[in-house]
DNA sequence: CAATAAATCGAACGTTCGTTCGTTTTGATC
DNA sequence: GATCAAAACGAACGAACGTTCGATTTATTG
């Protein structure tokens, strides 16, 4: 699989991309056409993720965004309760996507190896896909509140044990090394995480994210794999 | 090494804290005992990162900082021209006393594969020590105006060109694979940077800072190092 | 212990913020 | 095209913001 074939792959999320958002929060929303919400909403989600990678959710105005959306001040609290509800509706919503993509990743007919490989690469690819909204909370993350913030902290605890059940599966097929897998798996997704955090250096160094899921599986496999000693 | 040596040999580095920061901002500074901006400079810096790691710059009023150091909001003022100078004197202090750290790292005598050692270590245990400001400089790097966010990122290719210089050296020497040094010491500081970044996943797992040191190197090893085949 | 300088204080200023709500526009129904 | 609900509008509100500055306290000097 390469970048390519994942774009259409993904297409299926692209586009019920604020639906979730949408059935969880419907009591709070006061537009009733649901066509209408998913329009204006995705529209509202974009504007966010524009406008709070440039400078900040916190320094990102309603104004602002009545100005990026097109929509005024009165419409857009008709599709939120509040800018701190805003803030939660679209991290959940990315974070259910996000879930959805990892867990339709675990393949038990698979062997580990394959199984990391396609972990790896759906995670660079995917937030290739959605690098504003990846971003964007984790920039965000701190300013959420406790309950909140706890969710996002179970979030990425799980993506962690997806990872690390792989490495111990594979531990105990003979194929990779006995290694602490919780700490290898956190130090992948830092790997992992740099694509989406620190893109312009990567652009700059003219690494497409093809070579970047590439160096990445080497870098993990020289560590993890058990190497045949000459056969 | 290990980090409670490390504690030692920072001392120095931890008393001129400010220095730096005062006689390259002197002008703006009202205060005239060098005594007093030292201390109070200091105070103004910690409370700046300890309000401002919890609800970010932005959301941090000058009342909160008037509230934390225990100064009326016309004295903070008598100590830098505005909130947005206060964020520049912060990052800047931080990146000298830094970069004169990394600088220090280098040395020709030792080869390069204790030079690699030698570097992780200090990144690792660095950011230990002044974990609050390289949390808050990483996240607050993208409110920085043009010019002075492109000096960050001028010190953070320069300290990816100190890594990256000792894995080509390395190479050449025979110690090291031929890789793009370029993209492999890219990753490295990521590695290196979940240190700071993600803090609470690794106290979580009961991983010390001079476990996590050993975990990297030795990661970083299996990819870059050439193997002696059966001597 | 005056006299003077240095440092601190905190009320006040003009903006800008998130949010509300009475009004206007749009779109569907008969 | 009249009727009515749905949606969008944008001026207005009080709160909170960064910043200033004349008054006050603290420290230093002769």
Redesign the pocket.
Known sequence: MNYSEFQKVIQYYRKSNAKEAITENRKEI????EK??A??LQRIFEATLKIGNKKGF?????????DET?????????????????LVMLQRNGRDNFQKILEDCIDEAATPLENLHKLIRTHVYFSEAMQPWFYFTYMEGKNLKKMERKIAVDHELHSDNILSTVLTKGEQEGAFKKLPHQLTAALIKSLLNDWYLKRWKYAKMDVSVDDFAKYVIDFVESHCLVKKSGN
């Not at 006061?30 to 056409?33: A, E, I, Q």
């Open positions: 006061r537009v009733k056409k209408t919400v329009k204006n916190q320094a990102m105005s309603m104004r602002d965004l009545s097109g929509l005024s001040m009165g419409a857009l609290y008709a599709y939120f309760a509040s800018k701190e509800n805003l």
